[in-house]
């Protein structure tokens, strides 16, 4: 039996792929559902454009877990939904935060050349693999005067829609119950 692990790791990686698909060809190839969430990131980096597909996956992998355990396709998924997690970690932290190593600040330029130079390159925010198999990396050097570009810009500061709706939550929640009689 292939081990739990292999499985897990087999979810993330595929996660890379669907990362690519949903960006590249749902998200700015073809005009369909995705495209006008992600053509308001665009226009405001702030608006985190996934927001909206939490809930719905969270609920999927507890469903499949309580019906169908740790079973190879619900392990398979849960390698998919910590895929997206960590996509959506990350993707804030392009946006948001100062890069911690090299590899950051790599993908970090990367991401902000396909946001502010040309938005039909480098749709891969967490792996460039698939970029340069498809042959939409940036390459030579107008990444390189991007890479040094990015370096200069500052992480975005106020909230993303992310704390916008946090705090939306916490007004509808600290508002006081109306009750019938």
Known sequence: MVPVALIF???????????????????????????PLHEAHHRDPHAVFAVGAWLPIAVSLLLAVTLFGAVPPTIFFSGLVAGFAIYEAFHYRLHFCAPLSAAEAHLRARHLAHHYRDPARNFGVTCQLWDLAFGTE?????????????????????????????????RHDAAPAVRER
């Open 9 to 35: 790791v087999c979810g993330l990686f595929a996660w890379t792929f669907i990362e690519y698909l949903i960006h590249a060809w749902l998200s700015h190839t073809f005009n369909t559902f995705a495209t």
């Open 138 to 170: 940036l390459v030579g050097r107008d990444m390189e005067y991007l890479r040094d570009a990015a370096a200069s810009v500052a992480p975005l500061d106020g909230p993303s829609n992310l704390g916008r709706l946090l705090a939306w939550r916490t």
